[in-house]
C-alpha cells in the first residue's frame, strides 16, 4: 500500500510563500507522475501542478509564475514551492501519485492565504 504523506500547509499573509511537501513510501520514479491538487470550500477539486517520471511539468494557468514544482529523488519526496500567495490560493492541497492502474492521493494539507 501506497502512502503520501504532506506536510508544509498553514497560515500566511499575501504575497508569503510555503513549501508543501510530499514524501512517499516508496521511489518516486516508480510513478508515471505525481503532483498537486488542491480543494476550496465548495468547490470541485483542481489541478495545480504535476510532474512526469521523465521530468516534464504542468500547472493551472492560476499559479504559472508563482509556483514551482521540483523532487528529490533520494528523499522520496515532491515538493511544491508556493510564491506570492494570494487568498484564493487557500485549500486543501492533496499529493497524487499515478502508476500503472492506481491513483494514490494524500491526506491533505491545509493552505489559508490571509491578512
Known amino acids: 500500500q501506497v502512502q503520501l504523506v504532506e506536510s508544509g500547509g498553514g497560515l500566511v499573509q499575501p504575497g508569503g510563500s510555503l513549501r508543501l511537501s510530499c514524501a512517499a513510501s516508496?521511489?518516486?520514479?516508480?510513478?508515471?507522475?505525481m503532483g498537486w491538487y488542491r480543494q476550496a470550500s465548495g468547490k470541485q477539486r483542481e489541478l495545480v501542478a504535476t510532474?512526469?517520471?521523465?521530468?516534464?511539468?504542468n500547472f493551472a494557468d492560476s499559479v504559472k509564475g508563482r509556483f514551482t514544482i521540483s523532487r528529490d529523488r533520494a528523499k522520496n519526496t515532491v515538493y511544491l514551492q508556493m510564491n506570492s500567495l494570494k487568498p484564493e490560493d487557500t485549500a486543501v492541497y492533496y499529493c497524487?501519485?499515478?502508476?500503472?492502474?492506481?491513483?494514490?492521493w494524500g491526506q491533505g494539507t491545509q493552505v489559508t492565504v490571509s491578512s
Open positions: 516508496r521511489s518516486i520514479l516508480s510513478f508515471y507522475r
Open positions: 510532474v512526469t517520471k521523465t521530468g516534464s511539468t
Open positions: 497524487n501519485a499515478l502508476d500503472s492502474g492506481n491513483n494514490y
